[in-house]
């Protein structure tokens, strides 16, 4: 995930099933809101809708990891929480109703919210002296590879996976990208996409190029986003290969034939209502409350921060989201999706939505 990518993850060891504590019924009120009930409704009825579909399916059993949080609970709270934002007529009417059926659980630690986009490069379907860099299927004989599996650079710098190559893309930093977001949309001229998804992963450990950068003292931590990562490798651009390379992580991809961007759900996600979360650790498909700041146009050219309060499903996971103190927010799909998501780095706080039992 972008931010993942840049700054690295905050992790908190949990050695057994988490417990959220609720939040006192005098609080609910003053805690529940949504920045986008007069503005885009539709976009979370779709986002429940696909978590509903998730949850229907035999593979959505056992990823209820929080104490009290069950497939079950899960599942009536989605329905009950649809029910009731198709019938309120007002915000305030709605919220009522959720006070009265629901409990808030507070993931109990500040989270750092990072966010992350479906990104849309040009590319080929043959390499050219212009297309050099190829995204790459996963190999047939992938399952019996030996553990731990090929470091990036040894893959990279090796023949291994000539004849895998599905598509190539003009710059080595964009190719990286779409390593880290997941999925990307190609533009391959004459009016055709190429649209392309998760296949897989090797098993060895993720590193943040922008903690790398931080590290040989390179970069300043609060200044580390896509765009002064982008900046400084168009002005060093000997430093590009090597330090995407200290990510020794390699991810494969499919095409997907113009589905849009899918989670670890398998559901597509939704723009700016579906988060990222460690699997390990929280409730899949869930309903989710964020409260933290994002990005929005300024009018100038610009982007200016501002609080949100908001309802999301929790629908996917990243490599660098680990622990209780780390989100991902998908923002979209696009340019302006990832300068938003490139700017996102803001503490804040985490809480689930379920009904009383």
Known sequence: MLLGMLMGSTTT????????????????????????????RQSLL????????????????????????????VKASLVRFRELLTQAKTAGEFHQALSREFILYQVPQKVLFTGYYEP??????????????????????????????????????????????????????????????GSARLDLG???TMTVGYGGK???????????????????????????????FRQHPQDLIPYLQ?????????????????????VPVTAERSIATDRALMPHGA????????????????????PVTRFVLDQDTGGAIKGLGRVDIFMGTGQIAQERAGLIANQGELFYLLLRE
Not at 121 to 134: D, E, M, Q
Not at 135 to 158: G, I, Q
């Open 246 to 266: 200290r990510n020794r992580s390699f991810v494969f991809f499919r095409e997907t034939h113009g589905a849009p961007a899918v989670g670890s759900l398998g």
């Open 13 to 40: 060891i949990v050695s057994q099933a988490p417990s959220f504590p609720p939040v006192s019924p005098s609080q609910f009120l003053t805690i529940v809101q949504d920045d986008l009930w007069h503005t885009d």
């Open 287 to 306: 309903i989710a409350l964020i409260k933290t700041e994002l990005p929005f146009p300024d009018g100038k050219g610009g982007y200016q921060k501002r």
């Open 46 to 73: 779709t986002a429940l809708d696909r978590s509903l579909q998730f949850i229907n399916s035999p593979s959505a059993v056992g990823r209820f990891p929080v104490s009290n949080i069950s497939h079950a609970r």
């Open 120 to 181: 849309v490069f040009r590319a080929s379907r043959r390499p050219t002296a212009v297309y050099r860099f190829p995204l790459y299927r996963l190999p047939p004989d992938f399952k019996s590879w030996r553990s731990p599996h090929p470091t990036r650079a040894e893959l990279e710098n090796s023949s291994r996976l000539k004849g895998l190559e599905l598509v190539w893309l003009a710059d080595a930093f964009e190719a990286f990208l779409v390593h880290v977001q």
């Open 202 to 232: 090797t098993d060895q450990p993720y590193s943040s190029v922008g903690r790398e950068l931080v590290k040989d003292g390179k970069m300043r931590l609060e200044d580390v986003t896509l765009q002064s990562l982008q900046a400084y």
């Open 190 to 192: 004459n009016g055709q």
